[in-house]
């Protein structure tokens, strides 16, 4: 089995070309040891012509969007701030905001691989997924601090 792991610079951090042997203490090993390629490959550099995803470009678009996708920052800081000051706009907001992506923010560096059809819906699926649990988590947090920021007033009010 061959391993490696890149950094977001692609510089190699961790290449393991074989393992015989191995015992890993699952609760304390920072890792997991995973032996199927389709989920341990993120290796951006990898092109159409040379990727183990060849016969599932769906599972190499999921992947490729966990690496690549940031669009949701607008979307779920927009959220947060008004989740904070009004829940119910909050609210409205994270609702308007848990579709899918726009082709201009899905932020993909293969134009080639998004022509294929697999490829494409894996990604836009997973980016509308990473995008969806950030605004919800946003809505949440934003609550969350409106009800601190109440108690935290009520607190000081009480010690008077």
Known sequence: MEFSYFSKQNQLILSISEI?????DQKSAPFSVVTNPDIIN??????PENTPFKDNLYLRGRNDANVFYKGYKGASTATYILSAFNPPLGL???LLCSFNPQDKNLNNPYPD???DADY???????AGSIKRQKVWANFGYGVLTLIGFFALILVLLLQR
């Open 20 to 24: 015989e042997n191995v015992k890993i």
């Open 42 to 47: 993120k290796d951006p550099r990898i092109t």
């Open 92 to 94: 409205a907001t994270a």
């Open 113 to 115: 691989l998004m022509k």
């Open 120 to 126: 494409m819906r894996g990604y836009r699926e997973q």
